[in-house]
């Protein structure tokens, strides 16, 4: 049964042109999505309503520093969210998609002075939604990037902002660029780019090097795209000198250039 406005009547004052009505809104949305009983009864339609609301939220917050601060709340909301032990992706997934949907929508209707902040909040939201995968602490225990979580967020990755169709009616290419733009950044401050690590067991580095490699696969994908600009940027993220696999490429010519120069070094004039 979906929560009508008038259990949900915060979602309005979301969007209230005074800062203090706002800020009190939010909070009562945190409450509001930390019960467990109220939160698992949302519907998909009751989540695109509160993403609305977000979002303007968002949109009449002036000046950078309340920007910024706004924007890290929206993304620790997902700490908030209950991860039940049956379906522990069943209100985070529904949430982040809704947040996916509202933002590919209403994209290309952000004029130039507002973009700023939409960019921040779709890094934000986005680095947060990966370290919900590792619970958000690096080197956490076995099976941190493997299981459901991770299987839940990256079917959403490949299903919304990296959706794997190429349907830029789905998902705009500003929004698609910007993904591609941080999802090494992103996955850098979680501890996923240092396979060698000593931090965690085996089975955690082999965790993470899937989540990873998983990861690839998806933007892969886009490198296949109907779009030049996206085929670009998705191939220059491939290429950071960051991934693992292109410090692996990096060595090997290292050591063949090694090679090249022993064999024509001039030891001096034999005997």
Known sequence: MAANEGNMPFIKHLASSDRKIRTSALST??????????????????????WK??????????????????????AGLLSVLPAPSDDEGAVVIPFLRAF???????????????????LLLVRRVFGASLA????????????????????GMLRLVAEWPLESTGDLSKVPVGLRLHV????????????????????????????RAQFLDRIREIVEVQTMSTCKPVRTRAKESLT????????????????????????????GFED
């Open 29 to 50: 949305l945190r409450t509001f999505l930390s019960a467990p009983t109220t939160v698992r009864k949302l519907t998909d339609l009751d989540y695109l309503k509160l």
């Open 53 to 74: 609301g977000l979002f303007y939220s968002v949109w009449m917050c002036d000046r950078p520093i309340p920007q910024q601060n706004l924007c890290t709340e929206l």
């Open 100 to 118: 996916w949907a509202i933002l590919a929508r209403e994209w290309t209707a952000i004029d130039v002075l507002r973009m700023e902040k939409y």
């Open 132 to 151: 919900w995968v590792g619970d958000g602490k690096k080197g956490k225990k076995d099976g941190a990037w493997s299981g459901a979580r991770a299987d």
């Open 180 to 207: 591609i733009d941080i999802w090494v950044d992103e996955v850098e401050k979680l501890a996923l780019l240092d396979p060698d690590s000593e931090e965690g067991s085996a089975d955690d580095k082999n965790g």
């Open 240 to 267: 950071d000198d960051r991934l693992p696999w292109n410090h692996a490429a990096s060595s090997d010519l290292d050591m063949a250039d090694d090679g090249r120069d022993g064999q024509n070094s001039w030891n």
